[in-house]
């Protein structure tokens, strides 16, 4: 508890990682805190081609990656669940975990997103049980038989093109007449033979017994309902940032998301944040990385 | 000269490229534009390890990784020397090269920045002999002679870490008493044993025959003169934004940098400025990229 670290990294996803790697080169003595397993949201992408130098990458290879390269720099991934950050009277950021406290001169929070709920009845029931928010890490499951998701944007096209490669028969269900999702994407998911796509169309209720059987709909313009028998759910209707624990501590928009400028500063002197929890964040995995590196650079300067 | 593109993408560096990949994935209708080849600065650097999830690997590698990726997703590079832009009566962006003019309804100028120079007598004269502003292009042409870096910097200090690998007797001559380059590069630096640090000093002249043979220096706050038996003079003192042909349409900071907001746009409407000519620019390639990023996804939801 005596030790004071030049910066605390909360998160280990693209952000956080890129921010060990700087810090390592910038010998700065930091701890890098992690609850779960490096990468973040990057760990259930099926497929990354928008990561430059990397033509075609799975999520959780590129993850290993870039773990790699924060350990070939010498840097490494303390786990711990982070209950609380606050200041000390001093202006020391003090990091409150399940397996202790540390203090650090600077802190750089970059816990990323969560999937969001439909909120829908059945939803949390079937949750595992034919309801999932990653089609990359459950779609194996789902071998020869029928799915739906509900979303339009990347992440949910995505997704579709991603079960169709192993489902007899994929639908996308998105509540507009058309997706959010980047062009080429649309091109390849209309172009493949075993998905159909429900414009305007809701989920009401995911039914089924021990698993999912089906899926209630609703036309949005018509208020038509229609009940299709399906295998899987997969929910792709976008994220919530993860930062909670931060409390009020510095300040936030309305989705939560946290306010910062350029420099990835926030409302709080030494206290930044990078990634996909930054308000007005593009939720790109080089757009996290860049964060992070403006976030260390302006740290170098400051200590 | 009647074709119109969605964006005109000119300079082909990391961000260039990274625009370009970003651009084919949104399946927009673009042309990128090279003068030279691929990659930018990054093309003469000898090892980076700070661009997340390559922990070591050549500016050159990088660079051809990048473009690689880039022909992945269908994309190409023009080759073509940019003389002006200039707006139409329309709005439209043209774009002049000596091989004719390109008309786009939106502009990312990515042109980079180039090495600075010294402005010594002898700098110009035994430029390609004796003087090289890129120490991992020319390094290999000094293995067991005499060389000195000029510069404090990043890479000022990275020059003189390669040169000490090949080299007899390495000085670098800086003319404050602390380097600006990061602590680990600096703490390297110091370690080698033919590596020896001139402070506060500065070159006066470049001497030679047909090739460098020696160089005068002044200690700047004595005012005492030297001159060193020296095969090579590396020169990295920092570099200016490659802006010229954009004139005065955009707006420009003092060094020529062009100012923009976060999502790279710049005074103009529909033009936008990613990677190190952007004002306040940190100088990195991930930084470089995302600002790539940010600026097609705009120009995505823009057209």
Known sequence: MNKIYDVAIIGAGPAGMTAGIYASRAQLDYILLEKGFAGGQIINTYEVENY?????????????????????????ITMAEIKAIRLTENGLKEVETESGSFLAKTLIIATGATARKLGVPGEEQFSGRGVSYCATCDGAFYKDKTTIVIGGGDVA?????????????VY????????????????????????????FTEAEEIKGNDFVNAISL????????????????????????????????????????IITNSKCQTSVDGIYAAGDLRSGSVRQIMAACADAVAAVMDIDKQL
């Open 172 to 199: 996308i269900a998105h509540r507009r007449d058309e997706f959010r999702a980047v062009k080429n994407l649309q091109t390849k998911l209309l172009a493949l033979p075993n998905v159909e796509v429900l414009w």
């Open 52 to 76: 430059t130098g990397f033509s075609s990458i799975s999520g959780f290879d590129l993850a290993q990656k870039m773990q790699e390269h924060l350990q070939y720099l010498g840097g490494s």
């Open 218 to 257: 609703v036309q949005n313009q018509t208020g038509e309902k229609t009940e299709l028998a399906v295998d899987g759910v997969f929910i792709a209707v976008g994220s919530t940032p993860n930062t909670e624990f931060v409390g009020d501590l510095v300040e936030k928009d309305g989705q939560g998301s």
């Open 157 to 169: 096209v995505e997704d579709a093109i991603y079960l169709a490669r192993m489902c007899k028969k």
